[in-house]
């Protein structure tokens, strides 16, 4: 194809301002188009180019933690948020915390001093080509309008509603039992012994645990964080304030199941449902939730099997515009119908700061890739970036919902230490030796 006089990234948020970044550095004319203040949100307070508004930490950088390793791997493929974000930091540990002011002034300044970047304040409702979408949960009506008629009816989200995921190895067995009800559902596809992994409780169990959600501390969000709750998506606080049964009649039904352990059926169950191929990660179904993250892990580990269990996402119920990935869009996340039109930030599903700036860099990376006639790069299932990737086009799409980066998306390790510190260590080993290689082999 012809060169492009100008390639257009959509948002001015993390995962925008990453990818123009990238694009320019590699040596296209790029329009940063960011509709403030021409168009305001209901979240944002000032104009500037990588505004924070909910948290002031990207959360750790240890390689032995999942968000440190995504940031690791980030800094090998030159990542311009990191170093803004390095610029701005304040005293935080080890997490990569920062000064907001500072964070969105240093992003604003690097992108208005970019020789190749123009920046366009205005809202753009038409899906650009060659370009990115980097909008973000809180994408324009019209703009949302546009994507939803090109992807189909199903193809764009506006609420969250999200259960929380636990890591198989810290189950208990000795309680956690699998099997499906009656023993008939999706059996061909599970196996022998079901598709779910069940929790079962006693009636003493099963009032405790009632009793703890209905007087556990909910987040209270912003104003443009309120969603009305559905049926299909009620919190499971708010089920319980419907009465002490409603669970035990809904989501936690102990019909068709029968407690290996004593051959009768439980007082009530929670069911997990695989959330990856591998069998690692599992989802407690019907579980979404507004509850702390501290009192998910409190209230969450009461569930019988549960009282160790590592969570890998936690439970949410908010705001938020995303794609339905694994339905809508292909590999390098671009739109099936034209693969220079790519999709970046949480709008393609995925959860968090680092996340989000993670796909913005990859973005960018590709669409240059793409405009130069070559293949776009999709980092190996080693990486946490190419994890998060696998995940976002393999993902189940009639139960997709975004995700963050965690290791249980990783592959998993030839011989697998029982030490978790040490398993993390090899990880990060792997991953980095794997992202390293990608960019030696791309600069030949």
């Known amino acids: 194809m012809s060169p492009p006089r100008e390639v257009h990234v959509v948002g001015g ?21 960011e509709m403030r203040p021409v168009r305001g949100t209901p979240a944002h307070q000032t104009d500037r180019l990588g505004e924070l508004v909910c948290s002031n930490t990207f ?56 020789p190749r970047i123009s920046i366009s304040r205005d809202e753009v409702t038409t899906l650009p080509s060659p370009g990115i979408i980097a909008t973000g949960p809180l994408t324009s009506d019209a703009l949302a309008e546009t994507i939803r008629a090109r992807l189909g009816v199903a193809g764009l989200a506006f609420y969250d ?10 189950l208990d067995d000795a309680v956690v039992f699998r099997a499906s009800r009656w023993d008939k559902e999706t059996m061909a596809e599970a196996g022998a012994e079901g598709a779910y992994l069940n929790c079962p409780f006693s009636r003493d169990e099963y009032e405790a645990f009632v009793g703890a959600l209905a007087t ?26 419907r009465g002490p049964d409603t669970l035990r009649f809904g ?5 068709g199941l029968r407690d290996p352990r004593t051959g009768k059926r439980p007082w009530a169950v929670a069911q997990l449902r695989m959330e990856d191929r591998g069998g690692r990660m599992w989802n407690l179904v019907g579980f979404q939730t507004r509850l702390r993250i501290p009192e998910q ?16 996402r936690f439970g949410s119920i908010h705001r938020n515009s ?20 790519l999709f970046a930030g949480q709008i393609t599903g995925v959860e968090g700061y680092t996340e989000s700036s993670a796909t913005g860099l990859l973005a960018g990376i590709n669409l240059d890739r793409l405009l130069r006639g070559l293949e776009p790069a999709l980092p190996p299932t080693t990486t946490m970036l190419g994890a998060l990737y696998r995940y976002l086009r393999e993902a189940d799409p009639a139960h997709f919902a975004p995700m963050n980066a965690n290791f249980g998306l990783l592959d998993e390790l030839a011989d697998v230490p ?15 030796e794997a992202m390293e290689s990608l960019v030696a082999a791309a600069a030949r």
């Open 297 to 312: 892990q409190r209230v969450f580990r009461m569930i019988p099997g549960l009282a160790s269990a590592e969570f890998l």
């Open 216 to 241: 556990a501390d909910q987040y209270q969000g912003k104003a443009f964080d309120e969603v009305p709750y559905f049926e299909g998506c009620m919190p499971v606080e708010e089920m319980v304030r």
């Open 13 to 33: 948020g993390l995962a925008g301002s990453e990818a123009a970044w990238q694009l320019a550095e590699r040596g296209w004319s790029v329009v940063l188009h």
């Open 322 to 341: 995303y794609v339905n990935a694994p339905a809508a869009l292909t590999p390098h996340l671009s739109l099936r119908d034209d693969p220079t039109t």
């Open 251 to 255: 989501p936690m039904k102990p019909i």
């Open 418 to 432: 029982r030490d978790k510190a040490v398993k993390r260590e090899r990880y990060a080993a792997r991953a980095l």
């Open 161 to 170: 509603a999200i259960a929380p995921i636990v890591s198989r190895e810290s």
């Open 59 to 114: 959360k750790s950088t240890e390689p032995t933690n999942a968000h440190g390793l995504l940031k690791a791997e980030m800094r090998v493929l030159g990542s311009l948020i990191l170093r803004c974000a390095d610029e701005a930091r304040v005293p935080g540990g080890t997490a990569l915390a920062v000064d907001r002011e500072v964070f969105s002034a240093a992003v604003s300044r690097e992108i208005a001093a970019h």
